[in-house]
């Protein structure tokens, strides 16, 4: 097998979006943010997982057919914040650019503090600041409760 079929795992897609350099092993939660785990999927979507890349190990979700929205492209940063977004016409990258870990967030994660005023009846939108991006950590605007990555993806919005 020559160099180029080796590099081959997915096959390339006409139209849609290439999520890439995801890190690895977190393909299934950029998945449940772009609300692909609990629907029924008509078009075509490939995932690979912990496929080697010049930087260790990511994964690569390819979906047809789908634009992302800024709300979707702050969750995945917020997750693996390396990701890139190639958006593919005619089998041709016609954009790419990385995602960008935002300096706060409204609205996208929840406050893990069940006392926080956002979990209140009060109509308060839970807000964060991000306070370190490897790992990533947030911190909550109102109660300063700070969260990782595992409790990040539990509470995503
Ligand atoms: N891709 C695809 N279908 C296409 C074109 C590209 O699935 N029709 C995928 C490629 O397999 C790659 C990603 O989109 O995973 C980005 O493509 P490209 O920019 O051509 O690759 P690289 O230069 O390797 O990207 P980068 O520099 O971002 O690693
Ligand atoms: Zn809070």
Redesign the pocket.
Known sequence: MNDKMKKIK?????KGT?I??IRGGQSLKVLKILGLTDVEIKDVVSIAMNVD?SVGKKD?V?VENKEISSDELDKISLISPET?I?I?RD???IK?ERVKLPERGKGIVRCRNRNCITNQKEPVEPEFKVISSKPVNIKCVYCEREMREEEITENLL
């Open positions: 997915i096959s390339p897609i006409r290439v890439d350099h890349s690569i390819k890139t190639n593919i089998y041709e990258v790419k």
